[in-house]
Protein backbone atom coordinates (compact mmCIF):
# COMPACT_ATOMS: atom_id res chain seq x y z
CA UNK A 1 0.00 0.00 0.00
CA UNK A 2 1.39 3.44 -1.06
CA UNK A 3 2.57 5.54 1.64
CA UNK A 4 1.05 3.58 4.43
CA UNK A 5 3.54 1.71 6.92
CA UNK A 6 1.87 -1.30 8.42
CA UNK A 7 2.00 -0.67 11.97
CA UNK A 8 3.29 -3.02 14.96
CA UNK A 9 4.53 -2.71 18.28
CA UNK A 10 6.43 -6.59 17.89
CA UNK A 11 9.93 -6.38 16.78
CA UNK A 12 9.49 -9.94 15.68
CA UNK A 13 6.83 -8.64 13.22
CA UNK A 14 8.89 -5.58 12.44
CA UNK A 15 11.72 -7.92 11.48
CA UNK A 16 9.47 -9.86 8.79
CA UNK A 17 8.63 -6.61 7.24
CA UNK A 18 12.16 -5.65 7.02
CA UNK A 19 13.33 -9.00 5.72
CA UNK A 20 10.55 -9.17 3.00
CA UNK A 21 11.28 -12.06 1.31
CA UNK A 22 15.36 -11.41 1.76
CA UNK A 23 17.84 -13.95 2.02
CA UNK A 24 19.97 -13.35 5.30
CA UNK A 25 19.43 -11.87 8.63
CA UNK A 26 18.71 -7.94 8.64
CA UNK A 27 22.16 -5.70 9.07
CA UNK A 28 22.50 -4.96 12.52
CA UNK A 29 19.74 -7.42 13.91
CA UNK A 30 20.64 -10.39 15.15
CA UNK A 31 17.91 -13.40 16.04
CA UNK A 32 17.04 -16.61 17.08
CA UNK A 33 14.51 -18.68 18.19
CA UNK A 34 14.27 -21.46 21.15
CA UNK A 35 12.26 -23.04 23.70
CA UNK A 36 11.65 -23.21 27.39
CA UNK A 37 10.29 -25.53 29.27
CA UNK A 38 7.83 -26.59 25.75
CA UNK A 39 7.53 -22.66 25.06
CA UNK A 40 8.41 -21.43 21.55
CA UNK A 41 9.93 -17.96 21.87
CA UNK A 42 12.20 -15.40 19.59
CA UNK A 43 14.73 -13.68 21.30
CA UNK A 44 15.95 -10.46 18.95
CA UNK A 45 18.59 -8.10 19.48
CA UNK A 46 19.13 -4.91 17.62
CA UNK A 47 22.39 -4.46 17.81
CA UNK A 48 23.30 -1.36 16.21
CA UNK A 49 21.80 2.39 14.60
CA UNK A 50 21.43 0.18 11.55
CA UNK A 51 19.39 -2.49 13.04
CA UNK A 52 17.38 0.21 14.92
CA UNK A 53 17.03 2.21 11.04
CA UNK A 54 15.54 -1.23 9.59
CA UNK A 55 13.29 -2.14 12.04
CA UNK A 56 12.21 1.11 13.86
CA UNK A 57 12.93 -0.09 17.30
CA UNK A 58 15.30 0.80 19.59
CA UNK A 59 18.42 -1.18 20.70
CA UNK A 60 18.31 -3.51 22.30
CA UNK A 61 16.65 -7.10 23.41
CA UNK A 62 13.39 -7.78 22.84
CA UNK A 63 11.83 -11.99 23.63
CA UNK A 64 8.77 -12.48 21.59
CA UNK A 65 6.82 -15.98 23.32
CA UNK A 66 4.00 -17.71 22.48
CA UNK A 67 0.81 -18.38 25.10
CA UNK A 68 -1.65 -20.09 22.83
CA UNK A 69 -1.74 -22.79 25.07
CA UNK A 70 -3.48 -21.22 27.67
CA UNK A 71 -6.08 -19.87 26.11
CA UNK A 72 -6.59 -23.55 24.96
CA UNK A 73 -6.87 -24.61 28.25
CA UNK A 74 -4.34 -27.59 27.54
CA UNK A 75 -3.66 -29.58 30.80
CA UNK A 76 -0.51 -28.41 32.98
CA UNK A 77 0.36 -25.73 30.38
CA UNK A 78 -0.26 -23.18 32.44
CA UNK A 79 2.45 -23.70 34.96
CA UNK A 80 5.14 -24.08 32.32
CA UNK A 81 4.08 -20.94 30.44
CA UNK A 82 4.16 -18.62 33.81
CA UNK A 83 7.38 -20.30 34.51
CA UNK A 84 9.16 -19.91 30.76
CA UNK A 85 7.83 -16.19 31.10
CA UNK A 86 8.93 -15.88 34.59
CA UNK A 87 12.86 -17.42 33.20
CA UNK A 88 13.05 -14.65 30.81
CA UNK A 89 11.08 -11.90 32.70
CA UNK A 90 14.02 -12.19 35.27
CA UNK A 91 16.81 -12.51 32.65
CA UNK A 92 15.54 -9.02 31.50
CA UNK A 93 15.58 -7.99 34.90
CA UNK A 94 18.49 -8.48 36.34
CA UNK A 95 19.61 -9.55 39.87
CA UNK A 96 16.33 -8.64 41.83
CA UNK A 97 17.52 -8.05 45.71
CA UNK A 98 15.31 -7.86 48.85
CA UNK A 99 16.64 -3.84 49.04
CA UNK A 100 15.93 -2.43 46.07
CA UNK A 101 11.92 -1.75 45.18
CA UNK A 102 10.61 -2.60 41.85
CA UNK A 103 7.66 -0.19 40.34
CA UNK A 104 5.14 -2.43 38.40
CA UNK A 105 2.82 0.38 36.21
CA UNK A 106 -0.10 -1.29 34.70
CA UNK A 107 -0.28 0.93 31.17
CA UNK A 108 -4.27 1.28 29.70
CA UNK A 109 -7.68 2.61 29.63
CA UNK A 110 -10.18 0.51 32.12
CA UNK A 111 -12.81 1.94 29.96
CA UNK A 112 -11.66 0.04 26.44
CA UNK A 113 -11.48 -3.65 26.99
CA UNK A 114 -8.58 -4.11 24.40
CA UNK A 115 -6.48 -1.93 26.53
CA UNK A 116 -7.16 -3.23 29.80
CA UNK A 117 -4.23 -5.67 29.89
CA UNK A 118 -2.17 -3.18 32.15
CA UNK A 119 -4.55 -2.25 34.90
CA UNK A 120 -5.56 -6.04 35.03
CA UNK A 121 -1.67 -7.26 35.65
CA UNK A 122 -1.28 -4.57 38.27
CA UNK A 123 -4.65 -6.07 40.24
CA UNK A 124 -2.71 -9.51 40.41
CA UNK A 125 1.24 -8.37 41.34
CA UNK A 126 1.67 -8.70 44.82
CA UNK A 127 2.48 -5.56 46.28
CA UNK A 128 4.83 -5.81 49.04
CA UNK A 129 6.75 -2.56 49.74
CA UNK A 130 4.88 -1.73 52.64
CA UNK A 131 5.52 -5.11 54.06
CA UNK A 132 9.14 -4.89 53.96
CA UNK A 133 9.18 -1.59 55.34
CA UNK A 134 7.07 -2.15 58.59
CA UNK A 135 8.00 -5.99 59.13
CA UNK A 136 11.40 -6.83 57.41
CA UNK A 137 12.01 -10.15 59.10
CA UNK A 138 8.72 -11.70 58.66
CA UNK A 139 8.92 -10.98 54.68
CA UNK A 140 12.65 -10.92 54.04
CA UNK A 141 11.95 -13.68 51.22
CA UNK A 142 10.59 -10.89 49.44
CA UNK A 143 11.50 -8.07 47.31
CA UNK A 144 9.68 -4.58 47.54
CA UNK A 145 7.02 -4.08 44.96
CA UNK A 146 4.67 -1.11 44.57
CA UNK A 147 2.16 -0.46 41.42
CA UNK A 148 0.48 2.36 39.83
CA UNK A 149 -2.13 2.42 37.33
CA UNK A 150 -1.51 5.85 35.68
CA UNK A 151 -4.50 5.46 33.88
CA UNK A 152 -4.41 7.73 30.11
CA UNK A 153 -4.50 10.97 29.11
CA UNK A 154 -7.85 11.63 28.18
CA UNK A 155 -8.99 10.75 31.72
CA UNK A 156 -6.44 12.32 34.10
CA UNK A 157 -5.13 14.89 31.95
CA UNK A 158 -1.23 13.47 33.22
CA UNK A 159 0.81 11.64 30.31
CA UNK A 160 1.49 8.41 31.78
CA UNK A 161 5.38 8.85 31.19
CA UNK A 162 5.24 12.15 34.12
CA UNK A 163 3.61 10.12 36.04
CA UNK A 164 5.48 7.57 36.45
CA UNK A 165 8.42 9.96 36.14
CA UNK A 166 6.91 12.14 39.82
CA UNK A 167 6.66 8.63 41.08
CA UNK A 168 10.08 7.53 40.77
CA UNK A 169 11.30 10.94 41.55
CA UNK A 170 9.76 10.17 45.03
CA UNK A 171 10.21 6.79 45.54
CA UNK A 172 13.44 5.81 44.08
CA UNK A 173 12.97 2.32 42.63
CA UNK A 174 15.59 0.88 41.29
CA UNK A 175 13.63 -0.41 37.94
CA UNK A 176 10.68 0.02 36.74
CA UNK A 177 8.14 -2.27 34.76
CA UNK A 178 5.28 -1.47 32.41
CA UNK A 179 2.64 -3.72 31.25
CA UNK A 180 0.34 -2.68 28.30
CA UNK A 181 -1.62 -3.78 25.56
CA UNK A 182 0.32 -3.62 21.92
CA UNK A 183 -0.84 -3.72 18.02
CA UNK A 184 0.19 -6.58 16.13
CA UNK A 185 -0.01 -6.55 12.45
CA UNK A 186 -1.10 -10.74 12.59
CA UNK A 187 -4.26 -11.63 13.82
CA UNK A 188 -3.30 -14.92 15.12
CA UNK A 189 -0.66 -13.14 17.32
CA UNK A 190 -3.87 -11.44 19.58
CA UNK A 191 -3.65 -12.10 23.02
CA UNK A 192 -1.28 -15.20 22.16
CA UNK A 193 2.54 -14.05 22.56
CA UNK A 194 4.07 -11.73 24.78
CA UNK A 195 7.09 -9.49 24.29
CA UNK A 196 9.15 -8.41 26.73
CA UNK A 197 12.22 -5.69 26.50
CA UNK A 198 14.86 -3.49 27.58
CA UNK A 199 14.01 -0.81 25.76
CA UNK A 200 10.75 0.63 27.64
CA UNK A 201 7.71 1.19 25.64
CA UNK A 202 5.55 4.50 24.05
CA UNK A 203 2.18 3.91 24.74
CA UNK A 204 -0.14 4.25 21.35
CA UNK A 205 2.32 4.02 19.20
CA UNK A 206 1.40 0.89 17.54
CA UNK A 207 -2.57 2.55 16.93
CA UNK A 208 -0.82 6.11 15.90
CA UNK A 209 -1.25 7.67 18.97
CA UNK A 210 1.87 7.77 20.08
CA UNK A 211 2.45 9.40 24.05
CA UNK A 212 5.78 10.07 25.67
CA UNK A 213 8.32 7.45 25.49
CA UNK A 214 8.96 5.34 29.03
CA UNK A 215 12.29 4.42 28.82
CA UNK A 216 15.03 4.47 30.96
CA UNK A 217 16.56 8.13 29.78
CA UNK A 218 13.35 9.41 30.68
CA UNK A 219 13.05 8.00 33.95
CA UNK A 220 16.83 7.51 35.30
CA UNK A 221 16.39 3.59 36.10
CA UNK A 222 16.28 0.67 33.98
CA UNK A 223 12.57 -0.20 32.38
CA UNK A 224 11.26 -3.35 31.35
CA UNK A 225 8.25 -3.38 29.17
CA UNK A 226 6.05 -6.48 29.02
CA UNK A 227 2.90 -6.30 26.41
CA UNK A 228 0.66 -8.35 24.69
CA UNK A 229 -1.03 -7.83 21.48
CA UNK A 230 -4.52 -7.35 21.32
CA UNK A 231 -5.68 -5.11 18.32
CA UNK A 232 -4.75 -5.42 14.53
CA UNK A 233 -4.63 -2.02 12.57
CA UNK A 234 -7.58 -2.83 9.67
CA UNK A 235 -4.83 -0.89 7.08
CA UNK A 236 -1.77 -3.76 8.15
CA UNK A 237 -4.64 -6.49 8.11
CA UNK A 238 -5.74 -5.31 4.46
CA UNK A 239 -2.33 -5.36 3.48
CA UNK A 240 -1.18 -8.52 4.73
CA UNK A 241 -4.22 -10.01 2.90
CA UNK A 242 -3.08 -8.51 -0.05
CA UNK A 243 -6.02 -6.91 -1.77
CA UNK A 244 -5.25 -3.66 -3.01
CA UNK A 245 -7.84 -2.04 -3.87
CA UNK A 246 -9.73 -1.77 -0.12
CA UNK A 247 -6.53 -1.22 1.60
CA UNK A 248 -5.98 2.01 -0.25
CA UNK A 249 -9.33 3.15 0.98
CA UNK A 250 -8.82 1.75 3.88
CA UNK A 251 -5.63 4.25 3.76
CA UNK A 252 -7.93 7.56 3.21
CA UNK A 253 -10.70 6.31 5.79
CA UNK A 254 -11.10 6.58 9.23
CA UNK A 255 -9.31 4.79 11.73
CA UNK A 256 -10.25 1.28 12.65
CA UNK A 257 -8.95 -1.45 14.63
CA UNK A 258 -9.95 -5.02 14.70
CA UNK A 259 -9.98 -7.16 17.61
CA UNK A 260 -11.02 -10.37 18.88
CA UNK A 261 -14.97 -11.80 19.29
CA UNK A 262 -14.21 -12.33 22.96
CA UNK A 263 -11.52 -9.80 23.78
CA UNK A 264 -13.20 -9.83 27.15
CA UNK A 265 -12.20 -13.36 28.62
CA UNK A 266 -8.69 -13.06 26.30
CA UNK A 267 -7.30 -9.96 28.10
CA UNK A 268 -8.66 -11.78 31.63
CA UNK A 269 -6.19 -14.61 30.93
CA UNK A 270 -3.60 -13.34 29.17
CA UNK A 271 -2.80 -10.86 31.80
CA UNK A 272 -2.87 -13.10 34.66
CA UNK A 273 -0.37 -15.45 32.88
CA UNK A 274 1.62 -11.78 32.47
CA UNK A 275 0.93 -11.25 36.16
CA UNK A 276 1.95 -14.38 37.42
CA UNK A 277 5.42 -14.62 35.57
CA UNK A 278 6.15 -11.31 36.82
CA UNK A 279 5.53 -11.91 40.37
CA UNK A 280 7.64 -15.50 40.00
CA UNK A 281 10.14 -13.55 38.67
CA UNK A 282 10.45 -10.97 41.40
CA UNK A 283 10.10 -13.04 44.02
CA UNK A 284 12.39 -16.04 43.95
CA UNK A 285 10.75 -19.33 45.34
CA UNK A 286 7.29 -18.54 44.67
CA UNK A 287 5.25 -21.05 42.55
CA UNK A 288 2.24 -20.92 40.76
CA UNK A 289 0.23 -22.82 43.90
CA UNK A 290 1.46 -19.95 46.07
CA UNK A 291 -0.05 -17.47 44.03
CA UNK A 292 -3.15 -18.75 43.63
CA UNK A 293 -3.59 -18.46 47.59
CA UNK A 294 -1.83 -14.97 48.10
CA UNK A 295 -3.76 -13.15 44.93
CA UNK A 296 -6.65 -15.50 45.14
Known sequence: MAGFTQ??????????LAMDGRLGEVEGVRYEE???QNIKYQKLTVI???????????IGTYY????????????????????????????????????????????????????VIGPLCAESVLVTRHLKEHAPDDFKFLSPVAVICPGVLGTSGI??????????????????????ALA?????????TVQITDTGITPGSGVGNSRTAINKEVLGVPVTAIGVPTVVDIRSLLADMG????????????????????????????SRVVAYALNMALHDGLTVEDLDMLIG
Request: with cysteine.
Open 159 to 180: ESADYIKWVCTNLKPVRVVVVD
Open 7 to 16: RTDLAAESRE
Open 34 to 36: AEK
Open 48 to 58: DEKGQTALGKP
Open 243 to 270: NETLSEKAAGSNEMIVTPRNIDSEVVCA
Open 64 to 115: TAEIASVLRRESETFADTVSALSGLIKGMLGQTDTGGCTLVAGLGNRDITPD
Open 184 to 192: ARNLERLCR
